[in-house]
């Protein structure tokens, strides 16, 4: 699988079988994004790990442009259906199912669960993530989260993880280490850094931390990274 970063938790993804999938679609806002939202023209599948803007905010006009399916909290494709979105697939904590490129997990997360949008304030959902088990790679998506012990279940499951580490509204640096020691990924992508002044951080203070632990990618806005 080819995974594309594109600065602060979004990614593109092409699996080993063709599928184009986006994880936490921020394009046009994000001041980290190399490429606008415009620049997908057709997607398979679009996945939300949460309802704040800084992943969700591109999700609907994205979903309705590209005839991607919207991948998210049941809470979540309940108001993407009261905005015309009638095909988002629902999933819950704990929950998997099998997509036609593999089978996608929705992962505990610890955060805040405001959706974007919703004036009525009836959709409020949990956070979550998101673990990918591609026929070449098993990817995570931490989403927005506090360290928290269930990902020590997710040890042995993961080849590529991609952890917050901006501190402040999600785990910092410090914490994302543990995160690693509980999950043991080979390679680990930092995420959700250096967008806005309250997040910044140094990647390669975070590389010394994680020392031999795993393999750090921390990868610039529209970079690649090929697994295996
Ligand atoms: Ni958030
Ligand atoms: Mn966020």
Redesign the pocket.
């Known amino acids: 699988m080819k995974l594309t970063y594109h600065g602060h938790s979004t990614f593109s993804l092409v699996t080993s079988d063709g599928a184009r999938i986006v994880i936490d679609p921020w394009f046009d806002e994000n001041p980290r994004a190399d490429v606008k939202s415009t620049s997908f023209s057709k997607l398979d599948f679009i996945f939300c790990t949460?309802g704040?803007g800084?992943?969700f905010a591109d999700a609907l006009s994205l979903t309705k442009r590209t005839g991607a399916t919207l991948v998210s909290s049941h809470e979540i494709a309940q108001f993407a259906a009261l905005k015309g979105i009638q095909t988002a697939h629902g999933m819950s904590i704990g929950g998997g199912f099998a997509f036609p490129f593999g089978r996608v997990k929705m992962t505990p997360a610890l955060?805040?669960g405001m959706v974007d949008g919703d004036e009525s304030g009836r959709f409020t959902t949990i956070?979550a993530g998101f673990l990918f088990s591609l026929p070449d790679c098993r990817l995570y998506h931490a989403?927005?989260t506090a360290l928290i012990t269930d990902m020590q279940l997710l040890e042995g499951q993961v080849d590529v993880a991609l952890l917050p580490i901006g501190d402040n509204?999600?785990m910092g640096p410090e914490d994302a280490a543990r995160a690693v020691d509980f999950i043991r990924p080979k390679v680990v992508v930092p995420i959700h850094y250096n967008t806005f002044d309250m997040i910044q951080q140094d990647p390669e203070a975070f590389r010394e931390m994680v020392g031999s632990r795993a393999r750090v990618e921390a990868l610039e806005p529209g970079e690649t990274l090929a697994y295996p």
């Open positions: 949460h704040h800084d992943h955060h805040g956070a989403g927005d509204y999600t």
